[in-house]
């Protein structure tokens, strides 16, 4: 069955320090992998997406993904986080993307100063 | 994202009661998709719409929920005769294109349903 793990249900980190979101998923075929973030009162945007090619992708914000094919995993990191960065971050799945992608569950950043 | 509008933000109902959740897609676009979030889960995909039609409800339970998108005012989604098990975070998306990718999605912020 298709599915997408996020082990971290929150996490906490100092601002300025860096940032690793673990992300692991289950899918036949070499998936459509993405990563969204939502902010407090907003709706979800797209943070990077990998379909093909490089495997570290690069997306908004100054956040980065490394697909890793053996490990079936899609880690979001950052060198530095910022204040703003406080936020729910959701990876995510599917044979094309759309709207049929499959979200993980979540998980919570908290940046302390 | 700000453009795709969902209301009310929270909403409380008894068990029995009904809920209607309400979603204005972003200008222009005529497409609509309807997402549950359970606790402790991830977002599953429930119905698409387009105006006046049901275009995918292959996530949506076959009892007590119905969608609609008329060709006025927003899009609907109603759940009748709550239980406690239909709490949970619905969120809303919009596109203008019939099969969006995945940047061409815009999702609203979501109205958390509660049921005592």
């Known amino acids: 069955a298709q599915s997408v793990t996020q082990p971290d249900i929150h996490i906490t980190v100092s601002e300025g320090a860096s940032l690793e979101l673990r992300c692991n998923y289950s899918?036949?075929?070499?998936?459509?992998l993405f990563w969204y973030v939502q902010s407090p009162g907003q709706g979800l945007q797209l943070l990077l997406k990998?379909?093909?090619?490089?495997?570290l992708v690069q997306g908004i914000k100054g956040f980065e993904a490394e697909f890793k094919r053996s490990q079936s995993s899609f880690n979001l990191r950052k060198p530095s986080v910022h204040w703003s960065d406080a936020a729910e971050y959701f990876c995510?799945?599917?044979?094309?993307?759309?709207?049929?992608?499959?979200f993980g569950a979540g998980t919570r950043l908290f940046v302390k100063a | 994202n700000a453009g795709v509008m969902q209301n009310p933000r929270h909403l409380v109902r008894r068990r029995g009661q009904e809920a209607r959740l309400r979603c204005s897609p972003m200008k222009g676009h005529s497409h609509v998709y309807w997402y549950r979030q359970l606790p402790e889960e991830g977002l599953k995909f429930m119905v698409y719409?387009?105006?006046?039609?049901?275009?995918?409800e292959s996530g949506m339970p076959k009892e007590r929920f119905s969608a609609e998108f008329p060709k006025e005012g927003p899009s609907i989604l109603r759940i009748q005769q709550v239980v406690r098990g239909d709490s949970a975070a619905y969120f809303c998306?919009?596109?203008?294109?019939?099969?969006?990718?995945?940047?061409?999605?815009?999702f609203g912020s979501g109205t958390q349903l509660s049921v005592l």
């Open positions: 990998y379909f093909s090619g490089d495997t």
């Open positions: 995510a799945v599917g044979a094309t993307g759309g709207f049929k992608t499959i």
């Open positions: 899918y036949g075929a070499t998936p459509y």
């Open positions: 719409l387009q105006k006046e039609n049901i275009i995918d």
């Open positions: 998306a919009s596109s203008f294109d019939r099969s969006p990718t995945n940047e061409k999605l815009f």
